[in-house]
T-cell receptor, first 113, second 112 residues
Framework: AQSVTQLDSHVSVSEGTPVLLRCNYSSSYSPSLFWYVQHPNKGLQLLLKYTSAATLVKGINGFEAEFKKSETSFHLTKPSAHMSDAAEYFCVLTNFGNEKLTFGTGTRLTIIP | EAGVAQSPRYKIIEKRQSVAFWCNPISGHATLYWYQQILGQGPKLLIQFQNNGVVDDSQLPKDRFSAERLKGVDSTLKIQPAKLEDSAVYLC????WGYGYTFGSGTRLTVV
């Protein structure tokens, strides 16, 4: 069985400060991991993905995530938050071969002006 | 490249009525998914197709939900009869061998 746990349901940061959204996973096989962002009334947009290449993955809009197998984590970071980053973020897991996506429950990011 | 197309964008129906949603995936994507996203929750997989065959429908409430993907291209998801708890956003996604999952904008269903 595979699962994803997003450790914070809501994160608030001030504009210009760092962002950290935490994700832990459980998988019996080597996972592929993704971060998606969902702005209000919009579809899901892929931020970045890890597929067993480099453990530090860079995505769009200045986001990056580091795959740590020993900690079973895939935390999302950004050095400096922007107002436009306010959205819901989902950590997603899949195992190559079955193509089934398992979503975390989401983290709502609020940016304080 | 065109994205995943879904229609309608919004639908309001009364309970016990029926409703259908349509999805056209990215050309060449063999795998198509339907997800249900209830407000405040992450998307939950309803059904996964590989070409025109069903790979996983274990979480599809088959007494009221049905889905088909004729000719392995576009797909229709139907609910009959609808219940209040079916109010959600229904997302369609497609992928090519586990890479490049792309989601549509979704259909927001309100059952009153």
């Amino acid at each position: 069985a595979q699962s994803v746990t997003q450790l914070d349901s809501h994160v608030s940061v001030s504009e210009g400060t760092p962002v950290l959204l935490r994700c832990n996973y459980s998988s019996s096989y080597s996972p592929s991991l993704f971060w998606y962002v969902q702005h209000p009334n919009k579809g899901l947009q892929l931020l970045l993905k890890y597929t067993s290449a480099a453990t530090l993955v860079k995505g769009i809009n200045g986001f990056e995530a580091e795959f740590k197998k020993s900690e079973t984590s895939f935390h999302l970071t950004k050095p400096s938050a922007h107002m436009s980053d306010a959205a819901e973020y989902f950590c997603v897991l899949t195992n190559f071969g079955n193509e089934k996506l398992t979503f975390g429950t989401g983290t709502r990011l609020t940016i304080i002006p | 490249e065109a994205g995943v197309a879904q229609s309608p964008r919004y639908k309001i129906i009364e309970k016990r009525q029926s409703v259908a949603f349509w999805c056209n995936p990215i050309s060449g994507h063999a795998t198509l998914y339907w997800y249900q996203q209830i407000l405040g929750q992450g998307p939950k997989l309803l059904i996964q197709f590989q070409n025109n065959g069903v790979v996983d429908d274990s979480q599809l409430p088959k007494d009221r939900f049905s889905a088909e993907r004729l000719k392995g291209v576009d797909s229709t998801l139907k609910i009959q009869p609808a219940k209040l708890e079916d109010s959600a956003v229904y997302l369609c996604a497609s992928s090519l061998w586990g890479y490049g999952y792309t989601f549509g904008s979704g259909t927001r269903l309100t059952v009153v």
